[in-house]
Nanobody
């Protein structure tokens, strides 16, 4: 069993910053990749950023230059530093991990989500 727990969401003014964190725990052999998704009301869930075990990073176009995803492999965590936030960044943000378990099975795990609200 693997669990992801997000934290760091909240209310911020446009132009401000937030840092989201996600901690993975459980029967983890290897975290192959971690990612942040977001879903705004009435919108499809979209991939915001991801990072592989080797440190390769990808971002949605709207996040480039503003968001930074990082991993602390020793702590099984991933974070998303969000700067210059805009109202359109408002969404529930979900942590996601591609994990090989201690039973050497592969699974994708989702966190419960954390609300980010950016006011204009």
């Amino acid at each position: 069993q693997v669990q992801l727990v997000e934290s760091g969401g909240g209310l911020v003014q446009a132009g401000g910053s937030l840092r989201l964190s996600c901690v993975a725990s459980g029967s983890i052999f290897r975290i192959n990749a971690m990612a942040w998704y977001r879903q705004a009301p009435g919108k499809q869930r979209e991939l915001v950023a991801d990072i592989t075990s080797g440190g390769s990073r990808n971002y949605i176009d709207s996040a480039k230059g503003r968001f930074t995803i990082s991993r602390d492999n020793a702590k099984d965590t991933v974070s998303l530093q969000m700067n210059s936030l805009k109202p359109e960044d408002t969404a529930v943000y979900y942590c996601n991990a591609d994990i090989t378990t201690t039973r050497l099975t592969r699974m994708v795990v989702w966190g419960q989500g954390t609300q980010v609200t950016v006011s204009s």
